[in-house]
């Protein structure tokens, strides 16, 4: 087009306007793109679930015609935030066991209450449960690591969110598969299912190097590759996870993991606490991207992550909440920004130490790296998917303004959100979920909760 | 009375019952009393201000006649916070200067912004909306070190708060007084003027040991003596704070205080992050109080304070938010709650340090002792004021409930509280204030907001 004719379709009201699906308009549209550009009395055009244009709000009011307006003075839209690891159907294990050693909280709780009560009915309310929590702080997409995840992904698509749902493969029997094997046989049929799904990637997620097999582990990697799905690993998350292996085989698991080859294709390995400077050089290398989850971490007494390092190496790597059952109690992403700032200040005796504008784009467009989303999410700009989330600046914490980044990470809350766009599809609307129903949600939680209780009597 | 009258006054309705101010029920009441009673289906009675009784909602429904009932199913009820440590009229600098280190923050942002704006009326306004933002979270009550202190009283009883309200006293000239004989001159006044306030105890607030002489500290003890009032103090938040006395005059802050007689009478140290063995037994001994600061000490990395050793040897010790400009971004003592728990376990490489229910006992009766006020507040009993927050289990991050205490420490947010009460007056209703006009506030935020930007230009 030629340059006058874009300057005239800007000025005059009568030049043809392009039809869109919808036009948002906020105080500060926060891009997160290459040049971070953060947009004071910003718009937002989408059309066809993606995002056709993010600038100034005069300008994008007369380019475009749109079917639906979201006006929302009083916010800020930020990209759809990016949970990059958990557990979701744990949700109905919410603080079962909390302030325990980790043995206990293992073999008194978790175990029992996964092999008591864990079936695909479970997952699915338990998804359920964790997708409306998500979606109603302003998480768009997560990244799963559990069991029966074709249900995970039957609800996450209802639900309208999008997921990198990780089938787990695990050396000793589960709930959903008694050996390695028939996971691996049904995440091959997971895969050939999701493999072409707007919403959701299917993956697969052996545990950890300490459970599964060097044959298993090699298994996962040919398969995701052999399907372009990611492979989704804890990854020394904990000191004794990394103390054992170099005992028994004398290398870190991330050492271990090169030499199989399983680093070759896309990888999230979830926490990295205790990687050292030659793991996160293999990682550099091999484009491997990172979950870090500082409530977990802090939480179970795991660590704090190297995120100088790992950050300053150029690795993606993005925040996730882990499950709900004693890592975490919930699915808060705004409490992870905040928490991944102030663990990285205290630990590196620091103020300095993780800004809030970098924590932030952990939460996005470093998470969309890490799950190799890149090029669909993790930022407002043009070309990508239109996963957006309003955050309201209504609050008594909200005022006054000095600077959009420190106020979305130490100051806003998931409570905040008020209006949630996954795929161009608006799913929150004035803090509720379109999709899902609540109270039925709610109810189903407590009498899961009874169930549970009772199971560990 | 005769047992058997107490039996037939509960069991027969006709018995005569006793008239109360309110009458609240709920799905819990969390009491934090000496047994730490934790009653299902409980109720609260209030009277003239005060707590009646605690116990089962049965049982309190026949023994009392309520002229306003609050009926809370789906809630739980807690002793109203108590945010041990703040600068509440900092509200109106929230986050102008995030992730600098403390130089720099200091010297470019907080004392240039504080000279050219702060008087009684931005103290009056940045009261306002820090007491809003308080209430709206559960706090009832807040210790305050400040300028224009009587301001902030004037405020916080206007807003149906209660608060431990110091005059800062300092050795170089701020926006109030030029000396510190002024200061202490005026809070004298500020003293008598407010010594039998129901919600007001007034306070004498020196800054720290290396911003006051020795002979100013001695003054500000011996003036909150004569009034039978507290001394509040910042002690060893930093390290730095530290490694100086220690360099110029070979003792730490607190045997300074010690040597001084500073600790002998009603003391609040805020932070405590630096004590050694020594400065414990020394507080142990005088009965002075702490306020324990996780979101600030971990933003400005000041450190981890020895919680194990302080709770250990039986100090009181709060919780507090400090001020939210820089040190934390807002007044939520439920993050605080959280962050305390998770801060010891992750430094102390032990995730059973400071369990859910220790992490909220600091935040109501180990607070009210640190205040000397655990006669009147801190628990939910009869004989105590009726300081009360109902706290909402409706939220997708509130299903479902295993351990109440868990729930309300790593679940729970500011924004699940719908009612307080303090005095046995009712402040926040479904969410909202009732003496503040919050529209108004907000605007005059965003206001002071531009001004301040403006000033630092």
Redesign the interface.
Same mark, same amino acid.
């Given at each position: 087009m030629h340059p006058l004719w874009v300057s005239l379709a800007l000025l005059a009201p009568w030049a043809q306007a392009q039809p869109v699906d919808t036009l948002w308009t906020a105080r500060y549209v926060v891009t997160m793109d290459s040049q971070r550009r953060l947009i004071e009395q910003g718009a937002i055009a989408v059309k066809d679930g993606a995002i056709v244009a993010a600038g100034p709000a005069t300008e994008l009011r007369g380019r475009y015609t749109p079917k639906q307006r979201l006006d929302r003075p009083d916010a800020i839209l930020i990209p759809g935030l990016i949970n990059a690891h958990t557990h979701a159907a744990m949700s109905?294990l919410?603080?079962?066991?909390?302030? #325990?050693?980790?043995q206990e909280?293992l073999e008194k709780f978790i175990f029992p209450a996964e092999a008591r009560n864990l079936n695909a009915e479970f997952v699915r309310w338990g998804t359920r449960?964790a997708a #409306?929590?998500m979606m #109603?702080?302003g998480v768009t997409t997560f990244a799963d690591m559990y069991y029966f995840e074709d249900a995970v992904a039957e609800e996450t698509k209802a639900a309208g969110m999008r997921g990198v749902l990780g089938q787990t493969v695990i050396q000793f029997p589960v709930a959903d598969h008694k050996t390695p094997e028939s996971a691996l046989a049904a995440t091959e049929r997971f895969m050939a299912r999701f493999a072409n799904d707007p919403l959701i990637v299917p993956a697969v997620a052996p545990h950890a190097v300490y459970t599964n097999s060097d044959a298993t582990l090699r298994k996962a990697r040919q398969l995701a590759n052999r399907f372009k799905m990611p492979l989704l690993i804890h990854l020394s998350e904990t000191r004794r996870e990394n103390d054992d292996l170099k005992a028994k085989r004398g290398m870190t698991p991330t050492h271990l993991l090169d030499l199989l080859g399983v680093l070759e294709g896309r990888t999230l390995g979830a926490h990295g606490v205790w990687l050292d400077d030659a793991d996160i050089a293999i990682l550099k290398q091999r484009g491997t991207g990172l979950a870090h989850c500082p409530?977990s &971490?802090?939480?179970?007494?795991?660590?704090?992550a190297p995120l100088a390092k790992i950050l300053g190496a150029g690795i993606a790597m993005g925040l996730g909440t882990d499950g709900?059952a004693g890592s &975490? &109690?919930?699915?808060?992403l705004f409490?992870e920004m905040? %928490?991944a700032?102030? %663990?990285q200040?205290?630990t590196?005796?620091?103020? @300095?130490?993780l800004?809030?504008e970098e924590a932030l784009a952990m939460a996005t467009i470093h998470g969309a790296r890490a799950l190799g989303l890149e090029n669909r999410i993790g930022s407002l700009e043009a070309g990508k998917r239109a996963d957006i989330a309003a955050v309201s600046l @209504?609050?008594?914490?909200a005022?006054?303004?000095?600077?959009v980044y420190?106020?979305l990470v130490?100051?806003l809350?998931?409570?905040d959100v008020t209006d949630v766009m996954v795929e161009g599809r608006l799913i929150v609307r004035s803090g509720a979920s379109l999709a899902l129903d609540?109270a039925a949600?709610?109810r189903k939680?407590?009498e899961?909760? &009874?169930t549970? @209780?009772n199971s560990l009597r």
């Open positions: 109905l919410r603080g079962v066991a909390d302030d #325990l050693a980790l909280w449960l #409306l929590e #109603l702080g409530s &971490n802090m939480k179970l007494a795991s660590g704090a709900p &975490n &109690n919930d699915f808060n409490e905040d %928490l700032a102030k %663990l200040k205290v590196r005796n620091d103020p @300095r130490a800004p809030a @209504r609050g008594a914490h005022a006054p303004l000095f600077n420190s106020q130490y100051a809350k998931a409570s609540a949600i709610q939680a407590a899961y909760g &009874n549970v @209780r």
